[in-house]
């Protein structure tokens, strides 16, 4: 079929954009892959960081939450450099691993915003509790203690297995995971302390993460 002058090169541009590289990523399903799950991680930090304590809360959090959130934010910032530092058209190295821990970091997502889900009005971003606090044992919580901080440390694993730094993987896989575990110490003993029994019946029966390890 003959084209119209200048009409192949168009098409062969066309091509190019659709697959070259944008910035450090090697093409554009790369990117668009990343930024997807980028926006829907941004999108479940606003809506966790927005929700606020009210008159009847009594937070005990012993600065475990700025803690993590001074852990991510260093994770974050050491995992953007790495990015920003890569040549053009050079990220991932690795396909297969920048897709396995994109598939970790949503199934961390879909385990995180389950338990947000299952607790509901009782979820607050810090260590609290209230008068008329309960014990949430439905959904994820039939299975473990902390599923939302399960989901939280799967997303951590995920994002580092996807990037290719070193430094990077570290800060994801050490700072936030460390800060998760003091925060689940701190939690548990205040849950302990105000909700007695209840939440004693309720931490005998399942692993705090990972049924069989802890």
Same mark, same amino acid.
């Given at each position: 079929? #003959?084209?119209?002058?200048?009409?192949?090169?168009?098409?062969?541009?066309?091509?190019? +954009?659709?697959?070259?590289? =944008?910035?450090?990523?090697?093409?554009?399903?790369?990117?668009?892959?990343?930024?997807?799950?980028?926006?829907?991680?941004?999108?479940?930090?606003?809506?966790?960081?927005?929700?606020?304590?009210?008159?009847?809360? !009594?937070?005990?959090?012993?600065? /475990?939450?700025?803690?993590?959130?001074?852990?991510?934010?260093?994770?974050?910032?050491?995992? /953007?450099?790495?990015?920003?530092? !890569?040549?053009?058209?050079?990220?991932?190295?690795?396909?297969?691993?920048?897709?396995?821990?994109?598939?970790?970091?949503?199934?961390?997502?879909? +385990?995180? !915003?389950?338990?947000?889900?299952?607790?509901?009005?009782?979820?607050?971003?810090?260590?609290?509790?209230?008068?008329? *606090?309960?014990?949430?044992?439905?959904?994820?919580?039939?299975?473990? #203690? *902390?599923?939302?901080?399960?989901?939280?440390?799967?997303?951590?694993?995920?994002?580092?297995?996807?990037?290719?730094?070193?430094?990077?993987?570290?800060?994801?896989?050490?700072?936030?995971?460390?800060?998760? =575990?003091?925060?689940? #110490?701190?939690?548990?003993?205040?849950?302990?302390?105000?909700?007695?029994?209840?939440?004693?019946?309720?931490?005998?029966?399942?692993? !705090?993460?990972?049924?069989?390890?802890?």
């Amino acid at each position: 079929m #003959r084209t119209r002058p200048g009409e192949a090169d168009v098409a062969t541009v066309g091509r190019g +954009c659709d697959t070259g590289p =944008v910035g450090p990523f090697r093409d554009r399903g790369t990117a668009a892959v990343a930024a997807a799950t980028t926006a829907a991680l941004a999108a479940m930090e606003v809506a966790d960081v927005t929700t606020r304590t009210t008159g009847n809360d !009594r937070v005990r959090d012993a600065g /475990t939450g700025p803690r993590f959130g001074a852990a991510t934010g260093v994770a974050i910032a050491t995992g /953007t450099a790495s990015l920003l530092r !890569r040549p053009a058209g050079t990220f991932p190295r690795s396909r297969s691993r920048f897709l396995a821990g994109i598939a970790l970091t949503w199934l961390g997502i879909g +385990c995180n !915003r389950w338990a947000r889900a299952t607790l509901g009005s009782q979820y607050r971003p810090m260590v609290a509790v209230r008068d008329d *606090h309960e014990v949430v044992a439905t959904g994820p919580y039939r299975l473990v #203690r *902390h599923p939302m901080y399960l989901g939280s440390l799967l997303i951590c694993a995920g994002i580092g297995l996807a990037l290719d730094s070193r430094l990077a993987r570290a800060a994801w896989w050490l700072g936030p995971p460390t800060a998760l =575990v003091q925060r689940i #110490r701190v939690e548990e003993s205040v849950l302990v302390e105000e909700l007695g029994d209840a939440y004693g019946t309720f931490a005998a029966t399942r692993a !705090r993460l990972v049924p069989g390890l802890w």
